[in-house]
T-cell receptor, first 114, second 115 residues
Framework: AQKVTQAQTEISVVEKEDVTLDCVYE???????LFWYKQPPSGELVFLIR??????QNEISGRYSWNFQKSTSSFNFTITASQVVDSAVYFC???????????FGPGTRLSVLP | GAGVSQSPSNKVTEKGKDVELRCDPI?????LYWYRQSLGQGLEFLIY????????KSGLPSDRFSAERTGGSVSTLTIQRTQQEDSAVYLC?????????????FGPGTRLTVL
């Protein structure tokens, strides 16, 4: 069965600090997909990124970057120069190559203080 | 509308009553998902619809929960004989299709409170 672990329940940083959110996944599949979603205080989940298991290239999008390492089954998310608007709960998600049962991690609540 | 909509936004009911939650997916999205998010918890998959295929009900927690999707569009999640542990935010999402590269677009959720 798939499982996603986000060991950090809550993180608080001061604005402009960099912060990394950890994600460790478990799977026996060779093909799978990983996602990050953001849930701001308004409650609506926002898609951030999707990764296929066969593509380990790291990705940067503005202040966001993702480090996918199959060797350690990790898909960590870094926010550079954090801003108050980054305050939200962030979910790491896995999906098998077949079926549509998205498995969400428990989430990490990030608070960025001014 | 431009996004996934859900109604009602809030529902308070008494234990033992039945409730219906509605989801309107994004037009053209063939896949529809229901999740439950209990307070301070992650999302729990409930059910998935794809086109005219039989739904994947593997996440439904009990036979008190059921869902249908009429005409491949609007979906209704029904909870019969509600219990206090059913209190949660119920989220609906839709996506373009079965391709696993398709992101899900989430609605704002329905907050259900069972007294």
């Amino acid at each position: 069965a798939q499982k996603v672990t986000q060991a950090q329940t809550e993180i608080s940083v001061v604005e402009k600090e960099d912060v990394t959110l950890d994600c460790v996944y478990e799977t026996r599949d060779t093909t799978y997909y990983l996602f990050w979603y953001k849930q701001p205080p308004s409650g609506e989940l926002v898609f951030l990124i999707r990764r296929n298991s066969f593509d380990e290239q790291n990705e940067i999008s503005g202040r966001y970057s993702w480090n996918f390492q199959k060797s350690t089954s990790s898909f960590n998310f870094t926010i550079t120069a954090s801003q108050v608007v980054d305050s939200a709960v962030y979910f790491c998600v896995s999906l098998r190559d077949y079926g549509q049962n998205f498995v969400f991690g428990p989430g990490t609540r990030l608070s960025v203080l001014p | 509308g431009a996004g996934v909509s859900q109604s009602p936004s809030n529902k308070v009911t008494e234990k033992g009553k039945d409730v219906e939650l509605r989801c309107d997916p994004i037009s053209g999205h063939t896949a529809l998902y229901w999740y439950r998010q209990s307070l301070g918890q992650g999302l729990e998959f409930l059910i998935y619809f794809q086109g005219n295929s039989a739904p994947d009900k593997s996440g439904l927690p009990s036979d008190r929960f059921s869902a249908e999707r009429t005409g491949g569009s609007v979906s209704t999640l029904t909870i019969q004989r509600t219990q206090q542990e059913d209190s949660a935010v119920y989220l609906c999402a839709s996506s373009l299709g079965t391709g696993n590269y398709n992101e899900q677009f989430f609605g704002p959720g329905t907050r259900l409170t069972v007294l």
